[in-house]
């Protein structure tokens, strides 16, 4: 990036080379004696050449480190408003709930009777997620949303499958679906059927009747919807697919705005992931990794995956096998992952769960909504939203307000960079031309949301006023400007390679 500066810094903001730029050959940070010399019993295997490791001392590694983090955007910062990511405030109880030793220092390959505390954490979160759920049955091992769905739709394919039922190949998915679903469908061999919206931006309920066959496994759908939108005709559509033998699945990672108010159950679903690292706070996106438990109606929980945690007189036990008959986990459709589930994620849940309260996690639901709700109603006379009506926890605007300007949505995501925010959710859902997807979550301060709001309805009012090269030129402030993301994208280059030498590169 031009600067005007000697350096390339601007102020705080200091340009940082990579690590292997960076490096030096037999730099080091720390000083070891020297390895013993022991008779090899690689079999001629062993490295020959350099590791090419980057050479850096202790003081260039933090620095390395503490520059870059400077160029992220992250929750600690400023409002996320990343529509249907749910970025909300980790609270720091959690972070110190999770380094208790008894927690942090635990090894999966413990015997049972020393980990005791973890298994019986694990298996009060579960009771919470089912209690939350309204739903009987739940699995903590998968490791991510995504993960969830997989886990879900393995439970479906077992379930068709253990009633010699093979012919279900189709799985019915709304058209605004996030883009996890159908990929997670297709992973397990299904046909991904599109099912439209209507013009309230709900699924249309006639097109999931006219699409009901017997070769239909069921349908994914989320609740509210990817648009921000609650499905009223939810029990209607859970019924359709139930009427043919199908199972509803439903993707859970909306559930911030309904935990408390709304039980899955109770709408007919019979299995949803539920993003520990969306609704119950714990760090996402590049902070840390995902969890996501899924639980299971009645009819799908024998089919759960492995392993899982059971009680039995006071004492904690994990099935790891499929076991005998009449004991849980004997239809169980395997193991999907190594260990029981991302432990981390679950003990900063858990404390967050118990923090609010169930009265809490109501009004967790309550002011996500509120919010979302204020920031529609604040700019409807400066930008334009698709759907009439109130909205659940996320606000979705369409770009028909920057008709005629010569700004794209692009571009006003781009000066919302300059203006010290992360963009929010761009182009998606798929369905809403040039979609804007806000989700400020309730964890912001109304003074927090009413400065946001602002500069919304600023950028919008620049936009028409005819400015629209200072769109173009934006972000002027980040530390780089318009990345060529479709080559980055086609053409990523993932290994750095050394410059070549002065010589030869002189020629
Ligand atoms: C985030 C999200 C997912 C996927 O969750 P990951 O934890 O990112 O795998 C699925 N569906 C919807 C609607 C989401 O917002």
């Known amino acids: 990036m031009k600067t005007d500066t000697v350096s390339g810094n601007r102020g705080l903001d200091l340009e940082e080379p990579l690590l292997f730029e960076l490096g030096r050959k037999g730099r080091t940070g720390v000083d070891m004696p020297d390895a013993p010399k022991v008779a090899s019993r690689l079999g001629g295997l062993e490295r020959e050449g350099e590791i090419g490791l980057a050479g850096v001392s202790e003081p260039e590694v933090i620095r390395h480190f503490v520059r870059m983090s400077r160029n992220n955007y992250s929750i600690d910062a400023n409002l996320y408003p990343l529509g249907s990511c749910t970025m909300k405030h980790n609270p720091r109880l959690n972070e110190k709930m999770a380094r208790l030793p008894g927690f942090g220092d635990v090894h999966p390959l413990q015997p049972e009777s020393t980990v005791q505390g973890a298994l019986e954490l694990i298996n009060t979160l579960g009771h919470w997620l089912k209690t939350i759920t309204g739903m009987p049955a739940v699995a903590m091992p998968p ?8 886990c879900g739709m393995m439970a479906i394919r077992a379930a068709h499958e253990a009633k ?4 279900r190949t189709r799985v019915l998915i709304p058209e605004s679906a996030h883009g996890t679903n159908p990929a997670t469908a297709a992973q397990c061999g299904f046909t991904v059927d599109p099912i439209p919206g209507n013009e309230r931006g709900r699924i249309d309920l006639a097109a999931v009747k006219a699409k009901l066959g017997a070769d239909v496994a069921g349908i994914m759908l989320t609740n509210p919807n990817t648009l921000g939108l609650f499905e009223n005709e939810v029990i209607e559509v859970a019924q359709a697919i139930h009427s043919v033998g199908g199972y509803f699945y439903a993707d859970g990672a909306n559930f911030n705005a309904i935990v408390g108010k709304a039980k899955p159950g109770d709408m007919g679903v ?7 690292h969306k609704t119950f706070s714990t760090p996402h996106g590049g902070g840390g990794p995902g969890s996501g438990p899924v639980a299971f ?18 004492r904690f036990h994990l099935i790891e096998h499929r076991g005998d008959k009449g004991e849980p986990g004997e239809k169980s459709f395997g193991r999907m992952r190594t260990f029981n589930g991302q432990m981390g994620m679950f003990v900063r849940a858990l404390a967050y769960m118990m923090s609010h309260g169930a009265d809490g996690l109501r009004q967790v639901a309550e002011d996500a909504v509120l919010s979302a709700n204020y920031i529609m109603a604040s700019c409807k006379d400066d930008m334009t939203s698709p759907f009439p009506g109130p909205c659940m926890h996320e606000a979705l605007f369409d770009d028909r307000f920057l008709e005629g ?32 997807l806000t989700e400020p979550t309730e964890t912001e301060s109304k003074e927090s949301v009413d400065r946001f709001i602002h500069v919304l309805k600023s950028l919008a009012k ?12 934006a972000p002027r402030y980040a530390p780089r400007r318009r990345v060529d993301e479709t080559a980055a994208a086609r053409n990523p280059v993932l290994r750095w390679t050394p410059p070549a030498p002065k010589a030869q590169a002189a020629e």
């Open 143 to 150: 490791a991510a949303g995504a993960h969830g769905e997989l």
């Open 405 to 436: 300007t010569g700004v794209t949505t692009l571009d006003f995501a781009k000066a919302m960079i300059d203006e010290g925010y992360h963009p929010m959710t761009v182009y998606f859902p798929l369905v809403v031309h040039g979609a804007m």
């Open 270 to 276: 019979d299995a949803i992931h539920i993003n520990l």
């Open 462 to 473: 620049k936009a028409k006023s005819g400015d629209a090269q200072f769109f173009k030129d």
């Open 297 to 314: 109606s009645a009819a799908l929980a024998p089919y759960a995956p492995l392993p899982m945690v059971v009680e039995r007189q006071g």
């Open 164 to 167: 010699g039922d093979t012919k």
